[in-house]
């Protein structure tokens, strides 16, 4: 297992309990809290699952995404402090085969699939916000929960492709690089109909 994966065995609402000492209040099936990430007198930080989301200031997504913003330390840094405070195991990793490619093609490659996955989370954002957290609508909750899981999915690939190692990287550009075309090509054509930005020409 990875790092990112090891951390997210550690859910959001267990991260808020052991480091703001808030306990959020079990209320249908999501918990609430006041937001830890702006002032606030009445809870608006939902947990469900293993995620969180902030319906104030829009905060959300995993254990890792909580510790990151709570401490101001980057998402790798995160998911080690919540391995060694929860003391979970460290990760293991396999060496993977790969064929050589010369390191300006990839990257430049990195730089690409990064800038589509950087556009990927705002689009998610944006998702996010049309969201009503006031309506009693079951279906708009499972659409939410799905946007935060894409939009952690996006963020934490970013994060391991950019801080990867060579080898590793090739590896990571060949596992997802389908799944990143298709993303472009698909907001890109969203672009076209609403009219939002993503990125600039590089991807």
């Known amino acids: 297992m990875t790092l990112f994966e090891i951390a997210k ?40 699952g293993k995620l969180f989301y902030c319906f104030g200031c829009h905060e959300g997504g995993s254990s890792i995404d909580f510790v990151a913003k709570l401490f101001e330390l980057s998402p790798k ?15 293991t990793y396999v060496r993977p085969l790969y064929v050589p490619q010369s390191r300006a093609a990839v990257e430049q490659a990195v730089s690409n699939m990064d800038t589509i996955l950087v556009g990927y989370t705002r689009w998610c ?14 279906e708009a909750e499972d659409l939410m929960a799905l946007y935060l ?16 190692p060579f080898e590793q990287q090739t590896v990571l550009l060949r596992q997802h690089g389908t799944w990143a075309a298709t993303l472009k090509e ?14 600039g020409t590089n991807a």
């Open 9 to 48: 065995e550690v859910s959001a609402l267990d991260a808020c309990v052991r480091y703001t000492g808030e306990v959020p209040v079990k209320k249908g099936r999501k918990s609430w809290c006041r937001c830890p990430f702006h002032a606030e007198k009445t809870a608006s930080c939902s947990f469900d």
């Open 77 to 91: 840094d995160a998911a080690e402090k919540l391995r060694l405070d929860f003391g979970l195991a460290a990760p």
């Open 125 to 138: 954002d944006n998702r996010l916000a049309e969201i009503d957290p006031n309506a009693d609508d079951p």
């Open 149 to 164: 899981r894409e939009r952690e999915r996006a963020a934490r690939l970013s994060e391991e492709l950019l801080s990867a």
């Open 186 to 199: 698909n907001l890109l054509r969203w672009s076209q109909l609403s009219g939002e930005r993503y990125w």
